[in-house]
C-alpha cells in the first residue's frame, strides 16, 4: 500500500466542519483514497472513495489535491456520533491487494 | 438490505478448544474478507477469499487457524486448538470486487469477540 500519514488525533465542535486531513506522497497514479471509520465496538465502516476528483456522498465529502499527494475528508456539520477513528488507505493495484489499516485519526466530537 | 452477518457476537472458551466463527456475506458480493483486530496490532487481514477461492491466506497466523468457504453465502474461521493469545476480535467482510483495489469497497460486520481462557 502507498504509505499514508494522519495525526493521530484531532477534535472539533458539534455542528462544525470536521476536516481531517491525510498524506499519501507516493500514491500512484491508478490507486484510489478510500476512507473508512470505526466507532468504539463496531466494525469499520466504509465512508467514501476517490481516485483524482473530488467526491462527495451522504456521509462526507473527499477532496483530492491536484497532485494527489494528499487529501481532506470533511465532515460537513459533525455529530457525536461521529467521534470514532478515522483511516486513510491507499491499497496498491498490484497482485493480492490488501486493505491495511494504520492507527488512523481519532476524531472527538466534543458537545 | 441486510448486512454481513457475523456469529456468535462473543465466544468465551478455554484453550485447548475448537473455536469456529461463522461469517454470511452480503447477497451479490463475491469477495469475502477476514480480519483479526487487537491492541497490540490492530486490524489486520487473515485472508480472503474471491469467489468463494482462497486468493491469499498470508495473514493467517499458523497452521491452528483454517478458513474455508464452501459457498457464496457462508464461510468459517476456525482455530484448533485454541490459546489465550488468539483473543481478539474478528471481523468478517465483503465486496463486489475481485480485487481489494478494483473499486469497490468492503462491507464490515459487528465482528465477533473471542477470549480464550
Known amino acids: 500500500d502507498a504509505k499514508t500519514t494522519q495525526p493521530t488525533s484531532m477534535d472539533c465542535a458539534e455542528g462544525r466542519a470536521a476536516n481531517l486531513p491525510c498524506n499519501h506522497s507516493?500514491?500512484?497514479?491508478?490507486?484510489?483514497v478510500y476512507w473508512y471509520r470505526q466507532i468504539h465496538s463496531q466494525g469499520p465502516q466504509y465512508i467514501i472513495h476517490?481516485?483524482?476528483n473530488n467526491e462527495t456522498n451522504e456521509m462526507a465529502s473527499l477532496i483530492i489535491t491536484e497532485d494527489r499527494k494528499s487529501s481532506t475528508l470533511i465532515l460537513p456539520h459533525a455529530t457525536l456520533r461521529d467521534t470514532a477513528v478515522y483511516y486513510c488507505?491507499?491499497?496498491?493495484?498490484?497482485?493480492?491487494?490488501?486493505?491495511?489499516f494504520g492507527k488512523g485519526i481519532t476524531l472527538s466530537v466534543r458537545p | 438490505d441486510a448486512g454481513v452477518i457475523q456469529s456468535p457476537r462473543h465466544e468465551v472458551t478455554e484453550m485447548g478448544q475448537e473455536v469456529t466463527l461463522r461469517c454470511k456475506p452480503i447477497?451479490?458480493?463475491?469477495?469475502l474478507f477476514w480480519y483479526r483486530q487487537t491492541m497490540m496490532r490492530g486490524l489486520e487481514l487473515l485472508i480472503y477469499?474471491?469467489?468463494?477461492?482462497?486468493?491469499?491466506d498470508s495473514g493467517m497466523p499458523e497452521d491452528r487457524f483454517s478458513a474455508k468457504m464452501p459457498n457464496a453465502s457462508f464461510s468459517t474461521l476456525k482455530i484448533q486448538p485454541s490459546e489465550p493469545r488468539d483473543s481478539a476480535v474478528y471481523f468478517c467482510?465483503?465486496?463486489?470486487?475481485?480485487?481489494?483495489?478494483?473499486?469497490?469497497?468492503?462491507?464490515f460486520g459487528d465482528g465477533t469477540r473471542l477470549s480464550i481462557l
Open positions: 447477497s451479490g458480493h463475491n469477495s
Open positions: 467482510a465483503s465486496s463486489r470486487g475481485e480485487r481489494v483495489y478494483s473499486n469497490q469497497p468492503q462491507h
Open positions: 507516493t500514491i500512484s497514479g491508478n490507486e484510489y
Open positions: 476517490g481516485l483524482k
Open positions: 488507505i491507499v491499497p496498491y493495484t498490484g497482485a493480492n491487494s490488501k486493505l491495511t
Open positions: 477469499f474471491n469467489n468463494n477461492v482462497p486468493i491469499d
